[in-house]
């Protein structure tokens, strides 16, 4: 490519944007359409995806909703053509589990009361097997007061 034939990378983002910029405000307007015109409970658990070649993609959390909207679907088409004017060949709905952040769970080190060890520490003295009398003495070391 030639100097002359060179375009800044500014103009070429800008060119871009304005097509992804209207096809987003589309898909916007389009999901409104869609959640306006769905039961309300069915609603809360729909989006739209994409639209392309006359095809409807929405997506749901669960199997059991996606089996409401595939029932719905029919009718939803016919609203959306006279709500928008727009010719929708059928809906395809695809499944997306929500995601659920599992946290870690902090353990706190068991505590021993100051009475258990010293019932360790007298247990400890009437054991006569050397290794537990020994393992019983670390135990009762571990207590604290609290």
């Not at 409807?56 to 016919?78: E, G, Y």
Request: glycine share 0%.
């Amino acid at each position: 490519m030639r100097q002359k034939d060179a375009l800044p990378c500014s103009r070429i983002l800008a060119a871009a944007a304005l097509p992804i910029l209207e096809r987003a405000r589309h898909l916007q307007q389009l999901e409104q359409a869609v959640l306006q015109l769905l039961p309300e409970n069915l609603s809360a658990h729909c989006n739209v995806q994409n639209l392309k070649s006359e095809i409807l993609v929405l997506s749901t959390s669960s199997p059991a909703w996606a089996a409401r909207l595939r029932f719905v679907a029919p009718d939803l088409i016919k609203q959306l053509e006279c709500h928008l004017a727009q010719t929708i060949r059928t809906i395809k709905i695809k499944i997306e589990p929500e995601t659920v952040k599992i946290q870690s769970v902090k353990r706190q080190k068991p505590k021993l009361s100051l009475a258990s060890g010293t019932l360790l520490a007298q247990t400890a003295n009437s054991v006569n097997h050397p290794a537990l009398q020994e393992a019983l003495y670390r135990l009762a070391a571990n207590a604290r007061d609290f």
